[in-house]
Nanobody, 125 residues
Framework: EVQLVESGGGLVQNGGSLRLSCAASGLIADDYAIAWFHQAPGRERKPVSCFSTRPGKTLQVNSVKGRFAIARDSAKNTVNLQMNRLNPEDTGVYFC??????????????????WGQGTQVTVSS
């Protein structure tokens, strides 16, 4: 059974950086997509960025382009989200999710087979 565990959240000042990590255990598929979602306080969960094993098929939402970067660490079997130039609107819980396919389009639309438990990110102004 696949399990996802997020880590790396915390408190950071406006303009600071954090690196989130999503560790996937029990994942034996060669083709997959793992996405990061952001849930701000009182808001619905929204997609942020997605890694796919399909070459060139990584996706990001416009609001994080140029600030966030997603990458896989194959040796550690993690998908990491490097978040730079954070602002208070980035505050919330960040979840990673494993898609049902290797498509970032469907994974970011919420078609997932497994969610992690989330990690809290707080950006102070």
């Amino acid at each position: 059974e696949v399990q996802l565990v997020e880590s790396g959240g915390g408190l950071v000042q406006n303009g600071g950086s954090l690196r989130l990590s999503c560790a996937a255990s029990g994942l034996i598929a060669d083709d997959y997509a793992i996405a990061w979602f952001h849930q701000a306080p009182g808001r619905e969960r929204k997609p942020v960025s997605c890694f796919s094993t399909r070459p060139g098929k990584t996706l990001q939402v416009n609001s994080v382009k140029g600030r966030f970067a997603i990458a896989r660490d194959s040796a550690k079997n993690t998908v990491n989200l490097q978040m730079n130039r954070l602002n208070p609107e980035d505050t919330g819980v960040y979840f990673c999710a494993l898609g049902t396919t290797d498509s970032c389009i469907t994974t970011m639309a919420g078609t997932v087979r497994r969610w992690g438990q989330g990690t809290q990110v707080t950006v102070s102004s």
